[in-house]
């Protein structure tokens, strides 16, 4: 087909190899990389590739530009499966539960009082029930979670393997887990890419998932993905693409001042900032947050008291 064929086949129910037209016998199936050309069959699309590759190339290079720098609907951690509002992304205002690997915001989590029950799948909390053999309750769940090839699971054997030293093995798990998805062992493949641990250096596998962590929300990707389109590329309408990270909008206020980041870029950037924050707030949360305040400070004022009480008593003896 010419080339004006091809742009036709891309607005209408035809092939783009053989020109035949969508009917009730011919399902046409979209180019899975650059979805603007149509195929009836698979011989047919590779009969075509001389012809499409460039234009396919460049167009799919063009598409994942636009997901890479699109402002995420949330970030990696999602939503609380009790309350449905989005995770803050201070990990100690969740409580991750090991039955079942779902995360509980706080305020769900300490609404319901003492609870035996997993707030989620309602299996028996550790700690609470009696426990019996050689294996405790968590390491049953985790072994449960494995066999179930949970993403989530096999990403934290991956961490426990890599705080042993077996980076090989700790890159094999979060291969496995990359390929269902998870953000956080994408980005953790993208850092042994770039040093060379557990792999072979490769710059290339290093940036792909680096940008795939960015995909799913993850904030430090995106953070490092923005802070090279602005010192490297200076193209600024996407380093400005945050979601609710404060190191994201620290960087933005110094770009700002330095004036590589224009005013409306940046007032932007601090409306969406806001919007994720305000996002994730809660009455429960807040009451929670601020409990454990109280009690940190409490408890380190006892420490302070105690640290001065000592030299005292020992001065006293002397």
């Known amino acids: 087909m010419s080339a004006n064929s091809i742009d036709e086949a891309a607005t209408n129910e035809v092939c783009a190899s053989c020109g035949i037209a969508a009917g009730s016998d011919i399902k046409l199936r979209k180019c899975t990389a650059c979805k603007n050309v149509k195929y009836c069959s698979v011989e047919c699309q590779k009969n075509h590739r001389p012809k499409h590759k460039k234009a396919c190339k460049k167009r799919a290079a063009e598409l994942r530009d636009e997901i890479l720098f699109k402002q995420p609907e949330s970030t990696h951690e999602g939503e609380c499966p009790i309350c449905c509002i989005p995770h803050s992304l201070d990990v100690s205002k969740g409580t991750m539960m090991p039955c079942c690997s779902k995360t509980i915001c706080n305020g769900c989590y300490f609404a319901m009082g003492y609870h035996t029950q997993c707030p989620y799948c309602r ?171 109280l009690i940190k400070e409490t408890f380190d004022a006892c420490q302070r008291k105690l640290q001065e009480d000592v030299p005292n008593t020992t001065n006293r003896n002397l």
Request: proline fraction near 2%; charged fraction near 30%.
């Open 123 to 293: 299996l028996p909390v550790p700690g609470t029930v009696a426990e019996t053999g050689g294996e405790t309750l968590i390491q049953q769940y985790r072994k449960k979670r494995l066999e179930a090839n949970d993403d989530i699971a096999i990403r934290q054997l991956g961490t426990q393997l890599l705080g042993k030293g077996d980076y090989i093995g700790a890159c094999e798990q979060w291969k496995k887990a990359a390929e269902m998805g998870n953000s956080r062992a994408h980005y953790e493949l993208a850092v042994m890419y770039g040093r060379g641990r557990g792999v072979e250096e490769d710059s290339e596998k290093e940036k792909y998932h680096l940008e795939e962590a960015a995909i799913a929300g993850l904030p430090t990707a995106r953070l490092f993905l923005g802070v090279w389109e602005l010192t490297e590329n200076s193209r600024v309408e996407r380093a400005v693409a945050v979601i609710g990270s404060d190191g994201s909008i620290s960087l933005l206020k110094d770009a700002y001042k330095t004036r590589f980041v224009i005013k409306e870029d940046f007032a932007a950037a601090v409306r969406a900032h806001q919007a994720a924050v305000y996002a994730t707030k809660r009455s429960e949360r807040e009451a929670v947050s601020s409990a454990m305040k």
